[in-house]
T-cell receptor, first 117, second 113 residues
């Protein structure tokens, strides 16, 4: 049963610490997205990769956030230093290359719940 | 830029009641439209989609029709069940934005027995 795997599922850390979240997209999927979900802002797109190349990271605070895909089986989202306002659920999603038939079909992981104290 | 507006929740219904969740969008060109569902503690799952005007997406008893003239994609179900309790997100994507999904804020549905 193919699915997107995210680690860690839960993370509690102190302000100023580095946080790294990892995502294993579904094998064969060429697009990877990072979303952040909070009660106040809803779902926000942070970064978007296609064939491992970053296409859009305009939603990401550049001074503290970074997103990479070192290979096709791993995407990372790093926060350094972390702040309390970063507390949220971070979702990774992957999908096939968009075509008329597949456009918008994203498969979401279960999320990484981050709490920064 | 692209945007999606969906009705504010929460929505609370009794089992077997009729459900409508309104969704309207703003986008240039011809976006594809989607409904995603998020059950407690889980990620989002695609519920249904429509890729062109007048298409009807359907799945698990839910339906939505792509209405270009009213820029709407309202979600409906004739008889809800307790297991339908979840957050529902309307979304769009289009070629001009690299097919990235733009989501509405979500609507929490609670169905009571």
């Amino acid at each position: 049963d193919a699915r997107v795997t995210q680690t860690p599922r839960h993370k509690v850390t102190e302000m100023g610490q580095e946080v790294t979240m990892r995502c294993q997209p579904i094998l064969g999927h060429n697009t990877v997205f990072w979303y952040r979900q909070t009660m106040m802002q809803g779902l926000e797109l942070l970064a978007y990769f296609r064939n491992r190349a970053p296409l859009d990271d305009s939603g990401m605070p550049k001074d503290r956030f970074s997103a990479e895909m070192p290979d096709a089986t791993l995407a990372t989202l790093k926060i350094q230093p972390s702040e309390p306002r970063d507390s949220a659920v971070y979702f990774c999603a992957s999908g096939p290359l968009p075509t008329t038939a597949t456009t918008g079909e994203l498969f979401f992981g279960e999320g990484s719940r981050l709490t920064v104290l | 830029g692209d945007s999606v507006t969906q009705m504010e929740g929460p929505v609370t219904l009794s089992e077997e009641a009729f459900l409508t969740i309104n969704c309207t969008y703003t986008a240039t060109g011809y976006p594809s439209l989607f409904w995603y569902v998020q059950y407690p503690g889980e990620g989002l799952q695609l519920l249904l989609k429509a890729t062109k005007a007048d298409d009807k997406g359907s799945n698990k008893g839910f339906e939505a029709t792509y209405r270009k003239e009213t820029t709407s994609f309202h979600l409906e179900k004739g008889s809800v069940q307790v297991s339908d309790s979840a957050v529902y997100f309307c979304a769009l994507s289009r070629w001009g934005s690299n097919y990235k999904l733009t989501f509405g804020k979500g609507t929490l549905l609670t169905v009571n027995p």
